[in-house]
T-cell receptor, first 108, second 117 residues
Framework: GIQVEQSPPDLILQEGANSTLRCNFS?????LQWFHQNPWGQLINLFY???GTKQNGRLSATTVATERYSLLYISSSQTTDSGVYFC??????????FGPGTRLSVLP | GAGVSQSPSNKVTEKGKDVELRCDPI?????LYWYRQRLGQGLEFLIY????????KSGLPSDRFSAERTGESVSTLTIQRTQQEDSAVYLC???????????????FGEGSWLTVV
């Protein structure tokens, strides 16, 4: 089945810094979504982005489907951005395969 | 309901006992998913329901795990003869339609935290 890798596995930032998270996938996908899991475990969808670029406030994402990767950009990070960021892909139109996540800690 | 609802939120059980976890999807969502997340790890797909189609059970780790769904409503995940390795958060999600090709977002519940002692 499809494999999903994410990097870096862990990231520590000072508040106000910018960061880029990467998601690589092993096969063509029809659907790619980024999620944020907060420290209490709740998973929130950030972007649906199988291709192209989207922006939502301080967050933006770009997927280059032909090269099988997606990037999540966080600008002017805040402590509330802490948590784990997951990339999830679907190639079959059925279930999602999740990457292992990037654990982000933003220090005040 | 307004969101995906799961119960119980926390469950501590003795090794060897059976447990049932319940998921109430968002009203009108035809697709329902179960995932497992061990402490500090990613999400592991378990099972997927879409309408009246046969469920995709390819992620169930053993025959001790089973799940049912009544129509397009509540689902129950059952773990028989629980083992300590079953300790994890069990997350349920639902989406508007089964085909993720349409770009439908999946919405997660808050999870059921299972501890087997």
């Amino acid at each position: 089945g499809i494999q999903v890798e994410q990097s870096p596995p862990d990231l520590i930032l000072q508040e106000g810094a910018n960061s880029t998270l990467r998601c690589n996938f092993s096969d063509s996908v029809n659907n790619l979504q980024w999620f944020h899991q907060n420290p209490w475990g709740q998973l929130i969808n950030l972007f649906y982005i199988p291709s192209g670029t989207k922006q939502n406030g301080r967050l933006s994402a770009t997927t280059v489907a032909t090269e099988r990767y997606s990037l999540l950009y966080i600008s002017s990070s805040q402590t509330t951005d802490s948590g784990v960021y997951f990339c999830a892909v679907s190639s079959s139109g059925q279930n999602f395969v999740f990457g292992p996540g990037t654990r982000l800690s933003v220090l005040p | 309901g307004a969101g995906v609802s799961q119960s119980p939120s926390n469950k501590v059980t003795e090794k060897g006992k059976d447990v049932e976890l319940r998921c109430d999807p968002i009203s009108g969502h035809t697709a329902l998913y179960w995932y497992r997340q061990r402490l500090g790890q990613g999400l592991e797909f378990l099972i997927y329901f879409q309408g009246n189609s046969a469920p995709d059970k390819s992620g169930l780790p053993s025959d001790r795990f089973s799940a049912e769904r009544t129509g397009e409503s509540v689902s129950t995940l059952t773990i028989q003869r629980t083992q300590q390795e079953d300790s994890a958060v069990y997350l349920c999600a639902s989406s508007l339609a089964g085909s993720l090709l349409l770009g439908n977002t999946i919405y997660f519940g808050e999870g059921s935290w299972l501890t087997v002692v």
